[in-house]
């Protein structure tokens, strides 16, 4: 497969209720500003005319969705138990939500005519 792989913490094999600590770093491999970067670099294509293949696809909107997860427990996190410390003193902030949410969007409009 061609192209910078998913962040590690993306994958089917986790049994971890939150993300890693190392995505609720300000920078870093795994973080949420790498993780922004990565979508940045259009990970759903293989090259110019062909769509990456499913498990690509599907990793992609594992990735986005564990994010926007943990970014929504940071915010609310009374509505969860278990919470991990690193989850609860992240510095991200709810705006990062938001974000991601446009970052995806402005991903997927690219493809609105396939």
Do not use: C
């Not at 670099?41 to 926007?68: C, F, H, S």
């Not at 989850?87 to 974000?99: A, D, G, I, M």
């Amino acid at each position: 497969m061609t192209g910078k792989p998913a962040p590690a913490w993306a994958n089917w094999h986790s049994k971890d209720h939150f993300l890693p600590n190392v995505f609720h770093q300000v920078r870093g491999p795994g973080s949420l500003p790498k993780l922004k970067s990565w979508l940045r670099t259009d990970p759903l294509t293989v090259n110019e005319e062909n769509l990456a293949p499913y498990d690509r696809i599907e990793i992609i909107a594992l990735a986005i969705g564990l994010a926007m997860r943990d970014l929504w427990v940071i915010q609310f996190p009374e509505k969860y138990s278990g919470i991990l410390l690193h989850v609860t003193n992240s510095p991200l902030e709810f705006r990062e939500y938001e974000q991601l949410s446009y970052d995806t969007k402005t991903l997927i409009d690219r493809y609105e005519d396939l």
